[in-house]
């Protein structure tokens, strides 16, 4: 075989794996990029449910609000203390559902960590949002806090023991080393 022929193989072969090797530390490097900023967004909203008042406003939605009101004013009828709890707590879960449904956020991920908290806001808030339709001319399929709608229907569909679940894979893909230390 001539010397030039095993050259031009052996740089073409070169070639390919530096393409290959590339292509694969590009993908890595984007997924990791896209991992880093979910959490920075996530950290990001995640500072005001350490709030105290937030989490009187949450309580109050989830075990006062229907019980004090009738959801037959809808949201717009609302008193102005209920209002600003319900804007608190249900704006604050439909920013997250707007970050999911626009990929800027894991909807996975932020289904895991706060499945129990949508599920009861929903179904605490769910006779306001859908009479809020009805009074804005939208009807029950409505685009009204829809998005939050639906992370609460996929909240309510992940299993109780998918936190677990995601724990003890995370355990699982430590290195032996770090759990020794």
């Not at 949201?75 to 800027?104: D, H, M, W």
Request: hydrophobic letters at 45%; one cysteine or more.
């Amino acid at each position: 075989m001539d010397s030039s022929v095993v050259f031009n193989v052996v740089t073409t072969a070169i070639a390919v794996v530096a393409v290959v090797t590339s292509i694969v530390f590009s993908t890595r490097q984007a997924r990791i990029a896209k991992h880093a900023n979910h959490i920075s967004v996530l950290i990001d909203l995640l500072r005001e449910f350490r709030s105290a008042e937030f989490h009187e406003q949450h309580d109050y939605v989830c075990t006062r609000l229907g019980a004090e009101h009738d959801p037959e004013d809808g949201v717009r009828g609302l008193p102005p203390e209920a209002k600003a709890a319900f804007c608190s707590v249900v704006y604050y879960y439909q920013s997250f559902a707007n970050l999911a449904v626009f990929g800027l956020l894991d909807q996975t991920l932020l289904v895991t960590v706060l499945r129990t908290r949508i599920v009861s806001v929903w179904k605490a808030v769910r006779p306001f949002v859908e009479r809020e339709r009805e009074l804005r001319g939208e009807g029950s399929t409505g685009t009204y806090l829809s998005t939050f709608e639906e992370l609460a229907r996929l909240a309510a569909d992940l299993p109780p023991q998918h936190v677990r679940d995601q724990m003890a894979e995370a355990r699982r893909r430590l290195p032996r080393n770090r759990l020794s230390g």
